[in-house]
């Protein structure tokens, strides 16, 4: 089954975040754990924060009595001890409150405009790719160039809706833009790649 087609930003963008989508999924058990420690780490750090408050607030009770008596005649309370507490949660959650910004940062801006540096710095991916895929092989033509892949060279392919992820075992992918087919030809290249290579 052979045609053409060209790659947009937007295209490459939606392909990157599929991509990297799948590779997380491999890191699911990662992920969780990475999770609750930050939890623990966290709730332990907010103990610590509220038992040391409370130890100097033992420490000092016979002193911050009298000097409520002395400083206020009329039996009014100062939010002293409330301050304490506020200081030491934020001294403890700030490094904590940094990192969560840093992997803002990373995730919604850097790699976005990572990726977008990598389309615009490559211009074979802005030329007309023909590619004709068969039940044996994957064959690519752009930029002057052609190569024939075997089927046994990739590991999976994802579905992106209007295109296609072929991704080989080295980690590496290739995008095949479907979105000028007719349903009969998705079909038909969907039925092709299911019979040659695993989906996820």
């Known amino acids: 089954m052979e045609f053409s087609y060209r790659i947009s930003e937007a295209e490459f ?8 989508k799948d590779m997380t999924g491999q890191w699911k058990i990662v992920k969780r754990i990475a999770f609750w420690l930050m939890v623990i780490v966290v ?28 400083s206020n ?16 949660l934020s001294t403890n959650l700030l490094p904590f409150l940094v990192i969560a910004g840093v992997w803002v940062w990373i995730f919604f801006w850097r790699i976005p405009q990572r990726t977008r540096d990598l389309y615009r710095k490559n211009p074979a991916i802005h030329g007309e790719i023909t590619v004709n895929i068969t039940p044996e092989s994957f064959i690519s033509s752009a930029a002057g160039s052609k190569s024939e892949i075997k089927w046994e060279m990739f590991d999976h392919w994802l579905d992106g809706g209007d295109f296609l992820l072929l991704v080989y075992k080295s980690t590496t992918s290739s995008i095949v833009n479907i979105s000028g087919l007719t349903p009969s030809q998705c079909a038909q290249l969907r039925s092709i790649l299911a019979n040659a290579l695993p989906q996820r």
């Not at 100097?56 to 002193?63: E, G, I, N, R, V």
């Not at 005649?73 to 030491?88: F, L, V, W, Y």
């Open 13 to 20: 963008l939606r392909a990157a975040k599929l991509r990297r």
């Open 43 to 70: 709730l332990l750090a907010l103990w610590s924060a509220v038992k040391g408050t409370g130890n100097q607030s033992d420490d000092k009770s016979a002193q911050t009595t009298s000097n409520y008596d002395s």
């Open 73 to 88: 005649p009329n039996g009014d309370e100062t939010s002293a001890p409330q301050t304490s507490i506020g200081k030491a």
